[in-house]
């Protein structure tokens, strides 16, 4: 069965950016991989909205986080200049990994230009292997975002 | 069924490239979207290589590509001045559609480092609408990559 | 004599950016060329504030600019996530091309990090040689730049 | 007196590179500042050239360099897939700091696109405040181009 498509109205964070000049390609639209910089920027915005920035900024607390998979579908084209509305949510969380869901949304037109899933993995500094998510991350997320899944062991 | 690996062995087609310094993250790694950088510089000389790049360049003869999916798993890190091998097929033709399976491998330790898949739909110039691919297009293709699957009604 | 440095005091506009993690580099700081797009941001806006964005948008009244010259000086470091405002005037206006100053502080700590000048050219859209600025460009920034030296023949 | 324009006979240093398509602008060339890129991969080579790369990548031996001043005249337009050569030399060197000259010619027509200085200097990994260079570093410098300027006290 078809996943169901999300909509704004799933998200509880939003993060507004515009299409910058040097984002735009020689065929006049947002260039396909500054999507992936806009759902990165939008999920720092996230981890800080959900109070989970280290005080002295990413990674200053010694926990690493990697990408794993990106996935994106575009749907539609933006233009330079045009004001897009990141819509993340962390949709369920594994023992040393979460995955988080995206919504681009042209913010004058209400039209969705891309979706994305993005898996992130937690990892030990050191090693550079994945290590066990601590609990007052996941209870941190699981306030900000009530509808989580936890799929931990 | 899970889905075979590919190998490099699974391609005619490769393309060297050099991890930039402005190309590496924060925490000494290619930032996750060059990747798709990489995918894309790898796409445009494969296309040359089958015999379809316009004489005047991409896009010149009024054939216009958007990209309408992209994946990317990460499965190693790269570093600055790594030489990376990006290995590219199209493994699918559809009626105005056609998918790339791409794979990135350290060249001097022979770890695979990212694979992906990516989506390309035909456009027509004015309507920005989806056009039937020419058969001339087909061709060429068919003749680079004889096991290209050509799934068109 | 040595030109006498700028200052947040000696301009009219503002822009306000945030260091994105992508535009981070592997010393932790935000890289060069980054500033340059900074600068090109806060352009576009000033433009838009100096009442010269055509209404669909940068180009599509035909009059097309180009960059001839970049100069910019490194003064501080910024690191990811902090807030710089980026100051901009048009400085000069020749017959064909006009000069800008940029200055870029840390909002928080009230530090200059780069300072620049940037030379632009007003181009013919076919020929892509210089062409003479029109009067209503020059009366409009004239009115919001009330101290922009007039450098014509 | 104005300085003599520098052309490909002044170097010893040349790095080859192709503009790719997410290096291109919406008006159809090559970003202005993706020559700032340029001339940076294009000084790792000549780096290597000289002998200076350490053995475990840049910045691995503890000697940081951060630059001072960028500076770059644009004089014609790149395009995409042109190819570019890069020429760099350092041509002076003082305590701390040291000054290269880029020029950037469009190998196919020996047109010269741009023309740079660049200024770097070295700084202590810790309290990053410039330290002075290295008696090593200047002799593999003076070995590789022998009429650089030593304006050291």
Redesign the interface.
């Known amino acids: 069965m078809a996943e169901k498509s999300l909509s704004p109205a799933d998200f509880n964070h939003k993060f507004t950016v515009?299409v910058?000049?040097?984002e735009?390609?020689?065929?006049?639209?947002c260039?396909?991989?500054?999507y992936?910089?806009f759902f990165?920027?939008a999920r720092?915005e996230y981890i800080k909205a959900a109070g989970l920035m280290p005080a002295k900024?990413?990674?200053s607390d010694g926990n690493?986080f990697?990408?794993?998979?990106?996935?994106?579908?575009?749907r539609g084209?933006a233009?330079?200049?045009d004001i897009l509305d990141v819509y993340s949510k962390i949709s369920y969380i594994k023992n040393s990994s979460f995955g988080y869901d995206h919504l681009i949304v042209n913010q004058k037109s209400g039209k969705v230009i891309v979706d994305g899933k993005v898996v992130i993995v937690h990892v030990d500094l050191k090693s550079?292997k994945s290590k066990r998510l601590p609990e007052s991350f996941i209870e941190k997320i699981k306030a900000f975002e009530p509808f989580v899944k936890i799929l931990r062991e």
């Not at 260039?31 to 500054?34: D, F, K, L």
Request: hydrophobic residues 45%; negative net charge; glycine residues 6%.
């Open positions: 515009n910058r000049f040097h735009v390609d020689m065929l006049g639209v260039y396909n991989a500054v992936i910089n990165e920027t720092l900024g990413i990674f690493i990697f990408i794993v998979r990106n996935e994106i579908n575009y084209y233009y330079h200049d550079r």
